[in-house]
């Protein structure tokens, strides 16, 4: 059993748990020949904060059932360091490790930030803000259309979770090959968040980029995170680059959206676009050398079958860590302004 | 004149405030043909929390002088918004905009950044850190060198802050091109903390790797975060792609370093390093179309000098940004673990 | 079921799960014919952050079963505000109310406070730190004695938690009374925390004994703090009260401690001693007049057994309070100063 | 200079400086012959955060002048510990202590918190709050009134601060004694908050009062809080305690208000009050024992004017931070409930 707590989120959202249990199903292993076999049916209850279907201010509270985990699985692993895992992290920095699955290091522990994020979801969707992601990568495979090429709500038609058919076919070979090599392989989710109001983010250090960069690169296995023009803006000119404002149907927008929707940290009311690199996961079933915790030389070789590419299972967590940056600066932004006061 | 206050500094750490304005200089407009003629000057001074050269554990506080200030020179931007600036989104946040310049907005706000910064890193060189950031690439020039294979201490030799001196050259010839048909260009910084030691990041949301792209995204102009094997690392196969644990010199190591000496979000004592991409600053002397607060089409072209590449100023400003997160995770490292006692 | 997770607990740290029941076991209702008859047994279990009987340095979580908990009970309260309970504020602030008992409103939900408390009270006993509450007053009843005339291990032996046998005695006449008219009557707990370190605290807002006031008056039912020579020491002069520092033992200390062991915010290791003032529970069984949610006059007459004295079971509550406090203060306080580096 | 930094202050709010400058000035040392005669001009300038008179959402940031200050008046404090001061304890916590006056430890730091909480007051005045506070005692004199009785707009037209003339002439009477005999006097503050919207304040931990007990534990020399029925109501039975629930005017209101106000930690809508109790200064003409740095025993004759009786200034630091802490508390209820969408 696993849980979370989430504080604040404000009294009267009306809860759709079979939107939450959905969203935990799109995150849970064993959809497809293409993601780990390994059982996990992620059925959760709320415990606090919710009566008749709505939340009631106080920390709402879930936990998710955990019909699959085996401790005893990872017997092996108590005296020795996965390589690029947290195995000797941990324990240099706590001096002790809880080499027994399931902890804050294992990717099970994105099933309460998925949860964490529908609620968001919930509350953003009453603002009209909608956030999908998508696989735009994997390995060496890469998707060629801008995310305005694409229809977004066929993400999930193809297990791979990437909208156009012919790259998720392409994609989905490359996963099966890393698969039946024992091997496993990286690639890249695109989030757009749309119909964002402006004046979401906070100057200095608080701006919306660097909280969404904080909530991509705290998900277990994520490289890099870039928005807008990202890296490859990097390598233009000014005068390339700027988006000129424009009056378009009386509103101030831009003609083009280098800014991913951000200005100053503050959203201006367009699209926001990112993309999140995620390296290939560390667990793979291939021998590999590695070291005991006293010291000596020794080889591991995985048992079981592990994921081959966790990145169309990471498709919900990014889009959940989105929703829940943006539904905290939603709040945040409530007390920007003194109210209007009538007289 | 600036201030910034840097709340949990520890009593007792001795402040060299030479080296303190030495980074101060470093980050300051006008060091050379390349940068912004304007002149600052960047004199500051501590105003509480010191003593005889010491913290005392009072919140530490300076101030920066700010002698080449002219808030008139922004009259003209009142009733506009800039391409690409802030100025749109502060408004449509806060319903009132100060236009003046200087504000939180503003370039500026990194010379207290850099400030703090300093104090971090003698913090942190008591612990034997080091932490060094150089140009990696100005607009489509990229340096072709991994940092292993640079002398870092040749980086301000110069002016490009790159320290490969045929790429600086080349990258000073696109900045001076920039420069002179009145445009901006962007680039790519690269950081290396050597000497971090293993411990410090923590699980889950406030990973090492998390915090770090957070700090670098809250720098204006910065629109991607990459660490270790970063977006490269997404086509890769895990195979290929995990570190091993070998024992060197009676120590755990890792025979590669792709994690960038972060795993499971703490850093593991290898070379932590990553790369940050600035985007063309918006500020051109090209003419551009906007709209003014009003609504109306309008036309800007701005006046004086300015900046042609902030990248090379930058590298100051990616490094305090590195030291102020390492120095907050070594202090939260502090209670980690309970004190062995004696009996 | 309610939970508690404590962050920031340092790995390592030895949980006596003995002690823990043992805390809970003392503000348990039920204990005598003193309190409430309603049983909870307040069984309590780890579900996070511990490995073989030692903190891991993740979030530590435990929960409490709840066996005795019946929602129904609180049907009769679903559509009228108790008075002097959180029924109306609750409603006022979040539009909804969950009236079903045992939510944060409720005094069960001091259970975690105990819980956790008890887990402060185990690291701050590795640093000889003692805590120790009694009842100083219930309703006109006052014990004469200053806590240095007192044996607080004799604390326990009555059921009223007085260490003074004779005022004990007739302050369990005056809860008798109470509980036989139907009544509930207030009380005062004293506390002292001995062999404090000198440093915990913090200057300006976060003061030692302004965490302690903020904690104490966190506890439901809680109407007043004072510390040292509290409300007395508001009629003394300064010559009186100063307390002068002297030598004894080769140690700086002082010769009287009107200052309650905190100067400046600051503890300065001598005892910290303070009173707590407790209202008579709301909850009587006595009819009263209140108002139903849509606005009608109505009668209350509250069904079952309450307790008419909560003070004896609020004296753990007190302790673990005050511990919470310290240890945070001590963990805090490992930071105040740069270590001493070795040449 | 002292400064002050206020983060989270709406954009918009309309800064009346004349306001917040009387408010200083009802704070300032040398108002009459019963104060301090050390004359402090505390002229205050903002210098961020407004333009044309409102907040723009920037930290708003002031300082204050610090005509009067001379460092070189406490180098005889240098080398010793003046008794129930912090000069002990802050060299115990940063094994460094800066002597020369005016630091964190000083009443002087005050004056931020009048300068901010004129500042919240400006922003409570929208939403038609009112905060009174005054003298209702000094040393053994007590004023017999409840505030229900007393004229609060009479409060300033008595050096003392006691709204009742005849109180304040045998107040006055004390204060010179202490004065004349080189001595200080403590005294009580009651503070009371009228119109206060129902639904400020956060269950358990951060209750209404207990964020108000901690913010006037926070102000030096406080020994002691107590709201509604305080202390006394330890003594009283449940029957005699309980508010019962009216409706008056349309509106669910209490009869008799021994909540103070609140009632689980959330306001009710009835008046918020509190007794604050204040120990005389250590500061005393006096000669007085105590201990060097280096353990010998010395005499300490403190020189110059000093303030025999802190509390009728204190009057304004009263206010100040029950200000601050109903403003918290106004922003942060802003976001306890869905806003209604409208279809």
Not at 136 to 161: I, N
Not at 203 to 214: E, G, I, N, S, Y
Not at 324 to 338: E, S
């Amino acid at each position: 059993m696993i849980g979370v707590v989430m504080d604040g989120c404000p009294a009267g959202l009306l809860l759709d748990e079979d939107f939450i249990q959905h969203e935990l199903d799109r995150r849970r292993p064993g959809q497809s020949g293409l993601t780990t076999a390994r059982k996990e049916s992620d059925r959760f209850r709320f415990v606090s904060g919710i009566m008749d279907g709505k939340t009631t201010g106080q920390p709402l509270t879930a936990v998710i059932m955990n019909t699959g985990h085996k401790p005893q699985d990872y017997d092996s692993m108590k005296d020795l360091f996965r390589p690029s895992h947290a195995d000797y992290t941990y324990e240099a920095k706590y001096g002790i490790r809880d080499h027994r699955g399931g902890g804050r290091a294992s990717a099970r522990e994105t099933a309460t930030r998925v949860l964490a994020g529908a609620v968001a979801r919930l509350l953003l969707h009453q603002e009209g803000v909608r956030v999908s992601a998508y696989v735009s990568r994997v390995g060496t495979v890469t998707l060629q259309k801008s995310f305005r090429e694409l229809d977004l709500s066929a993400t999930d038609a193809h297990p791979v979770r990437c909208p156009d058919q012919a790259a998720a076919a392409e994609m989905a070979l490359l996963i099966e090959e890393a698969r039946d090599r024992g091997d496993s392989v990286g690639g890249v989710i695109t989030c757009v968040a749309e119909h964002v109001p402006a004046g979401l983010g906070e100057p200095v250090f608080d701006k919306l980029q660097a909280d969404l960069a904080r909530a991509m690169l705290s998900i277990n296995a994520v490289h890099g995170f870039e928005y807008g023009s990202g890296f490859e803006g990097a390598s233009m000119f000014g005068s390339d680059h700027n988006d000129e404002f424009i009056i378009e149907k009386e509103k101030v927008t831009t003609r083009t959206n280098r800014s991913g929707g951000i200005q100053g940290g503050i959203s201006n009311g367009a699209d926001i676009y990112f993309n999140v690199a995620f390296k290939p996961v560390a667990t793979i079933a291939q021998k590999q050398q590695t070291v005991t915790r006293d010291g000596k030389a020794t080889e591991l070789e995985a048992k079981g079958r592990h994921d081959p590419c966790v990145v169309p299972r990471a498709v919900p967590v990014v889009e959940a860590m989105t929703a829940l940056v943006l539904a905290d600066h939603w709040l945040r932004n409530q007390t920007a302004r003194m109210p209007v006061t009538e007289k």
